[in-house]
Every structure is written in structure tokens, then in C-alpha cells.
């Protein structure tokens, strides 16, 4: 019973989502770092790399997980901090 739990428990933190926090374009390439722990930067770059040699299969991929997955935020607490940090940059 508790071996379950413990997978269940797993499986909800590590739900795969878009991380608009961390976007460049839709934030697919961020949801999927945080989904399988990889460094965001490594995910972007086998992306980029995946378009030179499968283009029309990764740009289809990209755009259906643009398109299905849920946005989620990463860290609600940094999301909160980055925006009072630009609302009280704001010159006006």
C-alpha cells in the first residue's frame, strides 16, 4: 500500500505541463526539462537540433504538445517575485 502511494505521489509532482515561467516561445521545451529533470538549456538545444534533421516531425511534435498540454507554473513563489519585480521596475 504505501509502495503505491509513493508512486502516485511521484506521478503527480512530475505531471507533464507547459512551464510558462521558464518560456521562450510556449514553454514545451521547459515543461519537458522539468518533467524529466534535465537542464533546460540541454532540452532546447535537442530541439534545435532535432530541426535540422527530422523538421517536419519535430515542428508537428512542438506544435501538438503546444497545443495539448496544460500550463503550469514551475514555482508559483518565483512567478509571484518576478512579477512585483517588474511591476516596481515600471518607470511610471
Same mark, same amino acid.
Given at each position: 500500500?504505501?509502495?503505491? #502511494? %509513493?508512486?502516485?505521489?511521484?506521478?503527480?509532482?512530475?505531471?507533464?505541463? #507547459?512551464? *510558462?515561467?521558464?518560456?521562450? =516561445?510556449?514553454?514545451?521545451?521547459?515543461?519537458?526539462? %522539468?518533467?524529466?529533470?534535465? *537542464?533546460?538549456? &540541454?532540452?532546447?538545444?535537442?530541439?534545435?537540433?532535432? @530541426? &535540422? &534533421?527530422?523538421?517536419?516531425?519535430? =515542428?508537428?511534435?512542438?506544435?501538438?504538445?503546444? @497545443?495539448? @498540454?496544460?500550463?503550469?507554473?514551475?514555482?508559483?513563489?518565483?512567478?509571484?517575485?518576478?512579477?512585483?519585480?517588474? %511591476?516596481? %521596475?515600471?518607470?511610471?
Amino acid at each position: 500500500m504505501r509502495s503505491f #502511494k %509513493r508512486i502516485s505521489a511521484t506521478m503527480r509532482r512530475n505531471r507533464l505541463a #507547459k512551464d *510558462p515561467s521558464r518560456a521562450v =516561445l510556449f514553454g514545451v521545451c521547459a515543461g519537458l526539462a %522539468r518533467y524529466t529533470g534535465l *537542464p533546460v538549456t &540541454f532540452v532546447r538545444i535537442l530541439t534545435v537540433l532535432s @530541426l &535540422f &534533421f527530422f523538421f517536419g516531425a519535430t =515542428l508537428v511534435v512542438y506544435g501538438v504538445l503546444a @497545443l495539448v @498540454l496544460d500550463s503550469q507554473y514551475a514555482d508559483r513563489e518565483d512567478v509571484y517575485v518576478s512579477r512585483t519585480f517588474y %511591476r516596481a %521596475r515600471a518607470p511610471w
